[in-house]
């Protein structure tokens, strides 16, 4: 099907996961263009990269090409992020083009390769960029579809000619990753989250075990030790852990060496001693273990993995260093779920004890936000200082009662607040700041950068 196709458009060509899809078409000599709501680096870069890009939602936005040739030769793909009443998705559903789901086409480009995808509530996205990049220390490497930006390659679409293994973050939003056919899956936690899809956690964990029983056959599937899945008998399954020696792949002597982990591995065949990993982070830690075992089983041979540990950079966004200095260390982090702000937030504490930290969070939907109030403010609470910007509500509608003050009133930091956007840098700028830590999935990066040169500048 995908070879009789020339042309793509996109409708949220700027996401994360969608312009992975688009610069694999666009490396394959298809025609790209789509729409997105604003000006991004992403959007920029693949308009360098060949594609054309609209901002505009209206009809008349399509570009010319797709309304003068055949149908048959066009797909139209968008996320779930987009609304079903976006004009121009309801222009193509009315016309009767062909539409797909961005995991429908992420399905069929991967079914006919070697498909390792993972998946989770959390980690995935470091997980499945790790893997890529240990797998591209070997003389096979692989392509890759990540959900984040490689430090390393600065980009989230890796490609090899050489290989048919295929590295997928395989997403549980929306059932995403029912998707895939999976030679390989990793699973690295079950936790509540898109209740407003799932309706509860019971739902979500179904549908992991739908996603854990996809596997091709002779798959193998690799889980972190403790979580609850029914699988079938026949799969080949390994566990990983950095708490519990039971689990096939395990850590033992883990030492903090100028704030880098220095550990052994521990595997069903060998021992590999004195591994280094090039991110901190306890929870970047249990990431690396469920990355090596996928290389390991993957025939990674032994100075292939230490190499790529040691000179992993890490993801945008993921527990990303700003700055780091003796005067000031500010840190960005995509976390925006409970699970998530506690293991961030513990992971700074453990780094830099004694230490102030001021967290800043920005809220990710209305819904998530009324999920977890409690959780949330429990989370929060680990900071000496929590700043709260208000919700940001991607492809939601208000809920009255649901805001940013839900979560403040139970917080019990001394210090707290609640500012605008507009206000936070200025705020920032008479606070005594030692360790600072921006939080959350909506656009709160904007400010990643007006903060660094405020602080930069500050503690010169």
Same mark, same amino acid.
């Given at each position: 099907?995908?070879?009789?196709?020339?042309?793509?458009? =996109?409708?949220?060509?700027?996401?994360?996961?969608?312009?992975?899809?688009? $610069?694999? =078409?666009?490396?394959?000599?298809?025609?790209?263009?789509?729409?997105?709501?604003?000006?991004?680096?992403?959007?920029?870069?693949?308009?360098?990269?060949?594609?054309?890009?609209?901002?505009? /939602?209206?009809?008349?936005?399509?570009?010319?090409?797709?309304?003068?040739?055949?149908?048959?030769?066009?797909?139209?793909?968008?996320?779930?992020?987009?609304?079903?009443?976006?004009?121009?998705?309801?222009? =193509?559903?009315?016309?009767?083009? $062909?539409?797909?789901?961005?995991? /429908?086409?992420?399905?069929?480009?991967?079914?006919?390769?070697?498909?390792?995808?993972?998946?989770?509530?959390?980690?995935?996205?470091?997980?499945?960029?790790?893997?890529?990049?240990?797998?591209?220390?070997?003389?096979?490497?692989?392509?890759?579809?990540?959900?984040?930006?490689?430090?390393?390659?600065?980009?989230?679409?890796?490609?090899?000619?050489?290989?048919? $293994?295929?590295?997928? @973050?395989?997403? @549980?939003?929306? $059932?995403?990753?029912?998707?895939?056919?999976?030679?390989?899956?990793?699973?690295?936690?079950?936790?509540?989250?898109?209740?407003?899809?799932?309706?509860?956690?019971?739902s979500i964990k179904e549908s992991f075990n739908l996603f854990a029983n996809k596997l091709y056959e002779n798959g193998i599937l690799i889980y972190k030790e403790g979580l609850e899945l029914k699988l079938n008998e026949k799969i080949k399954k390994f566990t990983y852990s950095i708490k519990s020696e039971l689990a096939d792949f395990h850590i033992k002597d883990l030492r903090v060496i100028d704030g880098f982990y220095k550990f052994s591995l521990v595997s069903p065949e060998k021992t590999i001693n004195n591994l280094v990993l090039g991110l901190p982070g306890r929870f970047n830690l249990e990431n690396a273990v469920a990355a090596s075992a996928a290389a390991i089983i993957s025939e990674i041979s032994e100075s292939e993995l230490r190499l790529g540990l040691a000179t992993f950079k890490g993801v945008v966004r993921r527990f990303d260093f700003q700055l780091r200095n003796e005067k000031i260390v500010f840190i960005d982090d995509y976390a925006h779920h409970p699970e998530e702000i506690k293991a961030c937030l513990n992971s700074v504490k453990e780094l830099f004890p004694n230490k102030k930290i001021t967290a800043v969070f920005q809220p990710h939907l209305f819904t998530r936000t009324r999920d977890f109030a409690n959780e949330f403010s429990s989370a929060l609470s680990i900071a000496n200082e929590t700043i709260l910007l208000p919700i940001y509500p991607a492809r939601e509608k208000p809920i009255e009662g649901i805001n940013s003050e839900l979560l403040l009133k139970n917080i019990t930091c001394k210090e707290k607040q609640i500012c605008e956007m507009t206000e936070l840098v200025n705020i920032l700028q008479n606070k005594n700041i030692e360790i600072i830590i921006t939080m959350g999935a909506g656009d709160i990066d904007k400010l990643v950068k007006p903060i660094k040169e405020m602080l930069e500048k500050k503690y010169e």
């Open positions: 099907m995908i070879s009789k196709i020339n042309t793509y458009y =996109f409708i949220g060509i700027g996401g994360i996961g969608m312009s992975a899809l688009a $610069r694999f =078409f666009l490396l394959n000599g298809k025609r790209i263009s789509g729409y997105d709501k604003n000006h991004s680096d992403i959007t920029n870069t693949l308009k360098n990269e060949g594609a054309e890009i609209v901002f505009d /939602e209206s009809i008349l936005a399509i570009p010319e090409h797709l309304l003068q040739i055949e149908k048959e030769s066009i797909a139209i793909i968008y996320t779930p992020a987009i609304p079903l009443d976006h004009p121009q998705l309801v222009y =193509f559903t009315q016309n009767n083009f $062909r539409i797909f789901k961005r995991s /429908e086409m992420l399905g069929e480009i991967t079914k006919n390769n070697k498909c390792l995808a993972v998946a989770g509530t959390h980690g995935k996205t470091t997980v499945s960029t790790l893997l890529s990049h240990l797998l591209n220390q070997t003389s096979n490497s692989c392509s890759a579809f990540l959900g984040g930006i490689s430090k390393n390659y600065k980009t989230n679409f890796l490609h090899s000619n050489k290989s048919q $293994r295929m590295v997928v @973050e395989a997403d @549980e939003f929306d $059932r995403s990753f029912l998707t895939l056919n999976p030679s390989l899956s990793i699973i690295t936690s079950i936790d509540a989250d898109h209740l407003d899809i799932y309706g509860n956690k019971e």
